[in-house]
């Protein structure tokens, strides 16, 4: 059901398979907006960017303009007369509208999530493309900015395939759960928005990221979940507590030392979610761990 949701991915480039930089192998995965060595486990990109010359022509005016032309939601605003406030010694260049004001107080707050949270750049872009479409539906009050972006950033994470889960999202933008929380559930009223459930792989990737893990421990937690998907697990009940799991488990076996309160704080659930799925996953995948 959840791969249904996914937007398949050709993991060839000019017609020839993708090889990993580092193993040299062939065996490169999509998952989500990343591509991943399943021998080794390096997460390799978040973007696939085209870098075929373009073949069009331009005159000499219209390459100046496209060269500060916007190219997505995070610059795409409109141009807008300035107005100098303050005096002589001290002056201050703003926008007029607050409309405008509020869209750059957000791609300002959004960039410093996205850099702790290491989004890629079409999360990022669809964030700033739901807030100007809840901008065009209804006023934005200031104060209510903060709580709106993380809110986006939680809806965004998930529909671009990279899911971040609340806890991280409210400790990192400093804004409190139930205030992302009510402006999460106005953003879906007011947008009609659907939600995909996320993946426990998704989570295994920037969980292990944040954790420092090697791409081999990664890999190998990617592997666990696809088996205990085979023998019957429920991941979409608790993707965040499974991935957790699935990475203390990893770490174990392939001897990274992470303990279970480190991997817990990382995704955002407690060490008894933690502790609880790793006994079910290790007893239905009958894993000897050692130590």
């Not at 007029?96 to 079409?122: F, G």
Request: charged share 30%.
């Amino acid at each position: 059901m959840e791969d249904d949701n996914e937007e398949e991915k050709d993991n060839t480039y000019y017609g020839k398979p993708l090889k990993c930089p580092y193993c040299g192998s062939e065996e490169i995965e999509p998952i989500g907006d990343t591509y991943v060595c399943m021998r080794c486990g390096s997460v390799l990109e978040e973007e696939i960017i085209d870098l075929r010359p373009e073949r069009r022509e331009f005159s000499p005016e219209n390459s100046l303009m496209r060269r500060f032309l916007p190219t997505s939601p995070l610059t795409n605003i409109q141009p807008v007369k300035l107005y100098i406030q303050g005096d002589k010694s001290i002056t201050r260049v703003m926008p007029k509208d607050a409309r405008t004001r509020n869209t750059l107080y957000a791609m300002s707050i959004l960039n410093e999530i996205a850099s702790r949270l290491h989004l890629p750049r079409t999360t990022k872009d669809t964030v700033m493309e739901y807030f100007r479409r809840l901008s065009m539906k209804r006023a934005i009050r200031r104060e209510r900015v903060p709580a709106i972006v993380a809110a986006l950033v939680y809806l965004a994470s998930r529909i671009t395939g990279v899911p971040r889960h609340l806890d991280r999202i409210a400790k990192v933008s400093g804004v409190k759960k139930k205030d992302i929380s009510k402006a999460y559930k106005m953003i879906r009223s007011e947008l009609k928005l659907t939600v995909p459930i996320p993946d426990a792989e998704k989570f295994v990737i920037s969980f292990g990221r944040e954790l420092g893990l090697s791409g081999e421990t990664i890999s190998k937690a990617i592997e666990i979940i696809r088996e205990a998907k085979k023998k019957g697990v429920s991941i979409g009940r608790d993707p965040a507590g499974i991935a957790a799991a699935a990475l203390y488990i990893a770490c174990r076996l392939m001897g990274e030392k992470k303990t279970q309160k480190k991997v817990a704080e990382i995704a955002g659930v407690t060490e008894v979610t933690v502790r609880n799925r790793y006994r079910e996953i290790i007893k239905l995948l009958n894993l000897d761990i050692s130590g």
